[in-house]
């Protein structure tokens, strides 16, 4: 709730996206034992529109049939995916180029022989069983004619990177032009269901008992649809972090603060540029709560001396959304794991920074 409020949501959309981010977690950890691979296991899929914001166990494609009176919801359905054309081209016709379209018999002798590889290629996927087709390809009408007569829900022109994820979730075969259809190259779901939203088609395909998830987003502006976007991103990882380690420190600056003043005390035991180093280290962590105080409108300079005047008499304070020094209210919290990350992160480049500034002047 905290990470996504803090990239400047609404209170009401930031409590939509942590009740989303944790069905989804939730669902993920259940299905996946070990590391979570948030890039791999979830898709985010934005639109403008709305607002509004969904999760399903399973993958969003924001797709087209290949005809609109094609069927529109299956249950259990078999999947089929191919990466090839399910089209016939004249040169496979005619490979020796040696007949013209000079006639109306001649171009009918060619519709006829055209139709008739099609219905073998239309037979040959409706033999399979399978009940909803995806194809990297394009696909001729008259097989999809044929696949609507045999109710089937066909989509084409494709993106490889959907058709992969696809393929991972479900089970199914990649199938190559040249590959005979076995019951085993279909996949699986629970539900095939197309639907329309804001104008537009989308396919949600549910597939609860494999680690994927899908998160799809509606804002009317593009401004608002990349902050939700960044809100769900960072409650995400959040959520990951501390389902693997639950460990949580006060937010609102309060652990940097104090970070702080025990990094003081210990350049305290030091000498030299040893100890100008680890106070600047000190001042570095204090930066946080100030560059907060900064951001809420808050006098700075006021607000860490208030902290400090808070954490002398043993209050832990935090700056707060109310544009104030407190102990009360809502707590804020932050994941342990995350706030270890940064410091580390940040310590690391600046020794690098560091080192790149000793060996130019060496030069």
């Known amino acids: 709730m905290c990470s996504a ?217 593009k401004y608002g649809l990349d902050k939700v976007e960044e809100a769900v991103d960072d409650a995400l990882n959040n959520a990951a972090f501390l389902l693997k380690n639950r460990e949580i420190v006060n937010g609102g600056g309060a652990i940097e603060f104090e970070l702080a003043h025990m990094v003081r005390l210990f350049a305290a035991t030091q000498t030299g540029k040893r100890q100008l180093a680890v106070q600047a280290y000190a001042e570095a962590l204090e930066k946080i709560p100030t560059i907060l105080a900064r951001n809420m409108g808050m006098n700075a300079i006021d607000a860490m001396a208030q902290m400090k005047n808070s954490y002398a008499r043993g209050i832990e304070a935090r700056i707060d959304l109310s544009r104030r020094v407190t102990d009360k209210g809502p707590k804020v919290y932050d994941s342990a794991t995350v706030k270890k990350l940064a410091i580390i992160a940040a310590t690391e480049t600046s020794r690098n920074v560091l080192r790149i500034d000793e060996i130019v002047p060496k030069k």
């Not at 990466?83 to 001649?106: A, C, E, F, R, W």
């Open 5 to 221: 409020t803090g990239k400047g949501i609404e209170k009401h959309q930031a409590e939509a996206v942590t009740d989303i981010v944790l069905q989804v977690i939730k669902h993920l950890n259940e299905k996946q034992a070990g590391r979570l691979d948030l890039n791999r296991n979830i898709k985010i899929l934005k639109k403008k529109g709305g607002p509004e914001i969904v999760a399903l166990e399973g993958l969003i494609l924001d797709e087209n049939p290949a005809r609109e009176d094609m069927p529109d919801e299956f249950e259990n359905p078999a999947v089929l995916i191919t990466n090839y054309d399910l089209k016939i081209k004249s040169g496979y016709l005619n490979p020796q180029h040696n007949l013209k379209m000079d006639s109306v018999q001649t171009a009918l002798l060619f519709e006829d022989r055209k139709k008739q590889i099609c219905g073998g290629i239309a037979r040959k996927i409706i033999d399979s069983g399978a009940n909803v087709l995806f194809s990297e390809g394009d696909i001729d009408p008259y097989i999809e004619t044929l696949l609507r007569d045999s109710n089937i829900l066909a989509f084409k022109k494709l993106k490889m990177k959907d058709l992969e994820k696809l393929a991972e979730a479900t089970g199914t075969t990649l199938m190559s032009q040249q590959d005979e259809i076995h019951p085993c190259d279909l996949g699986k779901a629970d539900s095939i269901r197309l639907e329309k939203k804001n104008g537009e088609n989308f396919v949600f395909i549910a597939v609860k008992d494999k680690a994927v998830a899908t998160i799809l987003i509606w804002e009317p502006v």
